[in-house]
């Protein structure tokens, strides 16, 4: 005779959720009963994302696009001869006594102590880099130029589809934070893309000089962005718009496809992927529910 639902329950006690109590006596494994799915949740942590915050969010990817793209700008004209060993030091003096002055406004953790000894960090940084501009010169004697270029671009692409554009891992003195993988890779990509230039430089004192520029922007110059994204977002968005412009320019009088190029990847980052992004949402499906894993809180408080 057939055991309906009903004899079952007379004969075996009622199907209880058991996390790690193995089987119960009358049940399968895999079994579930009506109120199983009462506590799925669909969607519950999907972030419903505004198309003007994305688009602000992506002004970051922008700036750091323009800042690469001028530092390409100085390293093809020193390469021409264009800008002589004079201009760059002059740069590069300009650049540091600039950013110091930024972070001395923006942060309120930096005291004179802490600024002094980041200077005192700085003197040996540059001094053993001007010992070390010998050793750069002549480190790709042996190499073609194709290869250099070829190896160049590839490396500020790792260092691009790498960089942290959050600033996650950027912080002012007094409460930095360990860079993950990712971060490192990029900045060890950006400074082998430097060395290369700087190798085919016709001066010791030039590749001193670019070598000392390329360092402060790829290394000092994410530091300078955050602190002026942390100390006010809309002069961020003006300092953003205004670098933006000055690059866009400065490309469209040297070269008018470059240009275009460059003003249609702004776009397609600034504009076109945040509109895809809202896009896709509606297609984003998460269920959650009792099976998940579960996770543990603590209160650290006391």
Known sequence: METTETDTSKYHPP???????????????????????????????????????VMQDSVSISQYLCIVALVVIVWIHTLDSVIGEGSLLLLDACLLG?????????????????????????AFFTCGLFVLAPVYHTLTRSISSDSI??????????????????????RPPGCA????????ISLNASIVASVLVA?????????????????????????????????????????????ISMTLSIIYFLHTVSFVIFTSLLVFIS????????????YKFEINGP???????????D
């Open 15 to 53: 199907w209880r959720k058991v996390a790690y109590g193995g089987m119960q006596p009358g049940y399968n494994d895999n079994y579930t009963d009506e109120t199983f799915l009462e506590e799925l949740v669909t969607n519950a942590n999907v972030v419903k994302r505004d198309i003007l915050i």
């Open 271 to 282: 504009a076109v992927c945040p509109y895809m992004l809202i896009k896709i949402q509606v």
């Open 98 to 122: 600039l950013g110091f002055l930024i972070l001395l406004l923006t942060t309120s953790q930096l005291s004179l102590k802490v600024l002094s000894k980041y200077l005192l960090n700085i």
């Open 199 to 243: 190798s085919r430089l016709p001066s010791r004192l030039h590749v001193f000089a670019i070598v000392l520029f390329s360092l402060q922007v790829f290394l000092f110059g994410p530091l300078i962005t955050f602190c002026i994204k942390k100390y006010s977002f809309k002069l961020h968005l003006c300092f953003s718009f205004l670098l």
């Open 291 to 301: 099976w998940d894993e579960a996770k543990l809180c603590f209160d650290i408080t």
């Open 177 to 184: 934070k360990n860079p993950n993988l990712a971060s490192n």
């Open 149 to 170: 270029v070829a190896l160049t671009i590839s490396l500020l692409i790792l260092h691009l589809f790498l960089h942290d554009y959050s600033g996650y891992t950027i």
